[in-house]
């Protein structure tokens, strides 16, 4: 598989990167098994990863911890981790999912980086996993980059889920002609502003209020 040569994958067992790539649709028709195994493997592969260096590379508390790593394996992080590495080109769709562009179907794009991760870490064991996410996901962490993520809303809704709190997106000025308003719009987790947003329009700002957000959350303010 020429992903496996682009990304320097010392493999031996392609089978498993191509089952790694397999959606079920495609699995059903075919009569293959599909990546929902190992995608469960490379899940807790990759929270180990994660969990571990923050350990070492931070000082900061099991709840914050806790937090950051949620936010670099949320559902959001790992579409964009595939779309990156290309590994949604790759998948195998059934013909109804091919129909409905299941190649950037955010769910399925997402699933696939953990199953992928699962793959590798069956054929070439934790170290070259880890050398792996250290190449190509760890960056994103130590130079706190944002610039990878497009939808701020759905991952901060993601993790204000998991504390069961409130999230609510509120307009407080709106200025300009009609032809060419500004908005400006704060986000508030049980009724406390966290962030804060101005553009052009209301569904803008609220990306950018939410992202406002996560970047303070992940600057521990």
Excluded at 4 to 17: D, G, Q, T, V
Excluded at 93 to 107: F, P, S, V, W, Y
Excluded at 190 to 215: C, F, P, R, W
Aim: charged share 30%; net charge negative; glycine share 6%.
């Amino acid at each position: 598989m020429e992903i496996l040569e682009s990304l320097r994958i010392p493999y031996h067992n392609e089978k498993l990167y191509r089952k790694a790539l397999t959606h079920t649709s495609y699995a059903h028709e075919e009569g293959v098994e599909s990546y929902e195994r190992l995608e469960y493997l490379g899940d807790a592969v990759l929270e180990l990863i994660m969990s571990e260096y923050l350990y070492k590379n931070t000082d900061e508390p099991e709840g914050k911890m806790t937090k950051l790593r949620s936010y670099y394996v949320c559902e959001n992080a790992l579409y964009e981790y595939s779309i990156m590495l290309g590994l949604n080109e790759y998948l195998l769709l059934g013909k109804g999912e091919l129909e409905r562009d299941g190649k950037h179907n955010r769910a399925i794009v997402a699933d696939i980086f953990e199953s992928f991760i699962g793959a590798m870490f069956l054929d070439c064991g934790i170290d070259t996993v880890r050398s792996f996410i250290y190449e190509h996901i760890i960056p994103l962490i130590e130079n706190k980059s944002m610039d990878f993520i497009h939808d701020y809303k759905s991952v901060l809704q993601e993790l204000v889920q998991t504390d069961k709190k409130s999230l609510e997106y509120v307009v407080v000025d709106e200025k300009g002609p009609a032809h060419d308003k500004e908005f400006s719009v704060v986000v508030k987790i049980d009724d406390i502003v966290y962030g804060s947003g101005t553009a052009h329009s209301k569904k803008e700002a609220e990306q950018l209020a939410a992202k406002d957000a996560l970047q303070k959350a992940q600057n521990g303010i």
